[in-house]
C-alpha cells in the first residue's frame, strides 16, 4: 500500500472519528483551525472537493465522500446509527488488477502460439529452401558428370573398330546408373572384336570416376544402338570394388549362355519375312560341351500347309545359316544343330541343319 493511500486512510479515519464522536455527543465546538488553500492530487491529478480541506491540532481534515470516492469507495451515511459505511475501493482494484492480468496472461499465450506459428513456417521455409538448393545441387553434379563423360570416355579405341558411346546419368538414394548407348550391333563384329579385357578396363574408370563424382555406388549399363544390353557392370564405392554382372557373347557371364542365345533369337530371328507369308518362331536352345542345339517351334502352321511350303527355301536357309553364325559369336568353337517343329505337330521335325564351328565363318 502506498504512502498516498495510507495518509488517506489515516486523515479519512481521523475524521470519521471525529464526526461519530461529535455525532454521538451531540454537542457542537469550535475548533482552531487553519486554511492554507490545501489541494489534493491523485497520481498527479487534481481533485475537487465540496469543502475545502483544513488543519486542526497537526492534523489535515479532507472531505471524506470527496477523497473516498475518488478511490473506488462508495460512501452512505447511516443516520440511525451515526455511521459512515464505505464499500469497493482497494479491494475493487485488486479485482481489476487480478483481470488486467489475466487478460494479459491471456496476450502473451496468444503471442506464444503466433511465435511458435511463424517459427514452424520458417522452418517449413528453410527446409524447402534447402531441399531446392540440394536438389539443384544434385542435378548440378550429375549435369557435370554427364559432361565429363561425353568429354573423357565418348570414344573406345583399344579394339579392332571405334565404339562411340553417349552417355546418361539417374541418381537415386544410395546408387547412380550411367547408361551408355553405342554406335554398334552386338550381334556384330564390331562388339565381338572389342578386346574384351580392356573394355572391361574402360568401363571400370567410367564407373570409379563416377563413384568419385557422386560418392555412391555405381551401376553402369551398356546399350547397343538398337537399345539391347551389351554389359552390365557394378562398382561398390565402400570396398572399391569392381564386378562384370552380365556381358552378351562372354562366356564368363552371369547369364546361362543357352538363355543369352534365345534372348538374341527371340530379337533378332522371331519372324522369316521371306516367303509368301510371314513364318513366327519360338525358340529353345540347349548348350553342350561340343555343340549347341536350336530347337525352332513354327507357330500356326503344319508342314503341309502353303505358307511353309512356299517359304522361298534358299532364303530360308541362308537365314538359317545367318542365325547359326550369330550363335557363333556368343559361344565359339561348338557346332550348331537347328531343327525345325511345328507347333501343331510337334513331334515331326520339319527341317534340320547342322554346321561345323570351323566351317562358321
Known amino acids: 500500500m502506498n504512502l498516498k493511500r495510507k495518509a488517506f486512510i489515516s486523515l479519512a479515519l481521523s475524521l470519521l472519528m471525529a464526526t461519530s464522536v461529535a455525532s454521538a455527543a451531540k454537542k457542537q465546538e469550535k475548533l482552531p483551525c487553519s486554511f492554507r488553500d ?15 480541506p483544513f488543519i486542526y491540532d497537526g492534523t489535515t481534515f479532507l472531505p471524506l465522500r470527496d477523497v473516498t470516492e475518488n478511490f473506488g469507495y462508495s460512501v452512505v451515511w447511516d443516520d440511525a446509527t451515526s455511521t459512515i459505511r464505505l ?12 483481470q488486467d492480468l489475466q487478460n494479459k496472461d491471456i496476450m502473451i499465450s496468444q503471442l506464444q502460439s503466433q511465435i511458435q506459428t511463424l517459427k514452424t513456417e520458417r522452418d517449413n521455409l528453410k ?3 534447402d531441399d531446392e538448393d540440394s536438389s539443384s545441387s544434385s542435378d548440378k553434379d550429375v549435369d557435370d558428370l554427364e559432361d565429363d563423360l561425353k568429354d573423357d570416355y565418348s570414344k573406345y579405341t583399344k579394339g579392332d573398330e571405334v565404339l562411340k558411346f553417349s552417355f546418361s546419368v539417374k541418381e537415386k538414394s544410395s546408387t547412380v546408373t550411367v547408361t551408355m548407348e553405342g554406335d554398334f550391333d552386338r550381334g556384330k563384329s564390331e562388339w565381338k572384336d572389342r578386346n574384351a579385357s580392356k573394355f572391361e578396363d574402360f568401363i571400370e574408370d567410367i564407373a570409379k570416376a563416377s563413384a568419385k563424382a557422386l560418392d555412391k555406388d555405381v551401376t553402369v549399363i551398356v546399350e547397343d544402338k538398337n537399345n539391347k544390353e551389351a554389359g552390365e557392370y557394378s562398382y561398390d564405392e565402400d570396398k572399391k570394388k569392381f564386378k562384370k554382372e552380365s556381358e ?5 557371364s552371369s547369364k546361362d549362355s543357352d538363355s543369352e542365345i534365345e534372348d538374341m533369337l527371340e ?3 522371331s519372324k522369316y519375312t521371306k516367303g509368301s507369308k510371314n513364318l513366327e518362331f519360338e525358340y529353345s536352345v540347349k548348350v553342350g560341351s561340343d555343340e549347341i542345339t536350336v530347337t525352332m517351334k513354327l507357330q500356326d502352321y503344319k508342314k503341309t500347309d502353303s505358307e511353309w511350303k512356299d517359304r522361298n527355301e534358299s532364303k530360308f536357309d541362308d537365314f538359317i545359316e545367318s542365325l547359326a553364325k550369330d550363335i557363333a559369336k556368343i559361344e565359339e568353337d561348338k557346332d550348331v544343330s537347328v531343327k525345325v517343329y511345328s507347333e501343331k505337330d510337334s513331334s515331326t521335325k520339319i527341317y534340320s541343319e547342322s554346321f561345323k564351328a570351323k566351317d562358321i565363318d
Do not use: M, P
Not at 38 to 52: D, L, P, T
Not at 87 to 98: C, E, P, Q, R
Open 38 to 52: 490545501i489541494k489534493i492530487q491523485k497520481n498527479g491529478q487534481a481533485i475537487n472537493v465540496s469543502r475545502e
Open 127 to 129: 527446409k524447402k529452401l
Open 248 to 252: 552378351y557373347g562372354s562366356s564368363s
Open 87 to 98: 464499500s469497493g475501493g482497494a479491494s475493487s482494484d485488486v479485482t481489476l488488477l487480478k
Open 267 to 269: 530379337d533378332d530371328y
